[in-house]
């Protein structure tokens, strides 16, 4: 399994490393979804084994792991199923999100993702595929440059034009070379077109060959903005970009639109419980 990270030349964030490494590990048994080993996950993730052994043990005594003593296996439990699950309900409550996904992926037969604005980023917080699909260098928790991806493209069209000036003005300003500076006016008249047409297709812009399709889910469902995508070979995105638009609508339409009678939006209280108010 490739490490998670930015491929853009500028340095991240400092976090502390034992969050992200168990952030990681539940990132991991997300992505292989059945038991593992020390063994097995200190190398898909790279990190010292008995550092490794030492933060499943400590999982396992917060209740966020299960240890299979004869097996000598870990696997998550209910309770991280249940972290998160009031955040935006219209999405997470009843699972309609991940049903909505996996319909999409089994429709299309494509990678089906979810990603989100992290920074200067475009992050996948989501990702179904098959395990021997062209496309399993996307991962669980990557970044891409966000004016570099499609998704990051639709996460970017969620903005003004000031904001979008702003920010290209800043990245090119770290840029290492002329090859990853960022062309304003080419920009901005990028992000009109997905405006109109509601969706972006992005073609061999982070892999040669490999091409995606993205549009953004309803703004009324979750606090910021979400983007719903579909990877694949190019030629194949090329082929059916009408057809793999139309099912990924559909399907939106299916599991998180409410009928307009229902429609709310959700707000929180300064008390931090969530309130409905008409829409």
Known sequence: MPMRG???GRAEVHVVKSAAR???ILEFFDEVRQPANVVTVSEALRYPQSSTAALLRSMVAMGYLQFDARARTYLPTD?????????SPPLFEDGALLRMMRAIHRRTGQLALIAARNGDFAQYIHVMK???????????GMKRPIA?????????ATTSDGEVKSLV???NAYASSDAVRIHLPELLAELAQIRRRGYCVSRSRVVDNFGSIALRLPAELTSRPLVVGLGGCTNVIEERESELVAIMREEIACHLVRPRGESASLASSSDGRLQTSAA
Do not use: K
Request: proline content about 3%.
């Open 148 to 156: 570099f991806s499609g998704a990051g493209l639709v996460l970017l």
């Open 130 to 140: 098959q395990a021997d699909a062209v496309s399993c260098h996307i991962q669980i």
């Open 79 to 87: 309770r991280v199923g249940l972290l998160g699950s009031w955040i």
């Open 169 to 171: 003005h800043r990245l």
């Open 22 to 24: 168990t952030l990681e």
């Open 6 to 8: 930015s491929p853009s």
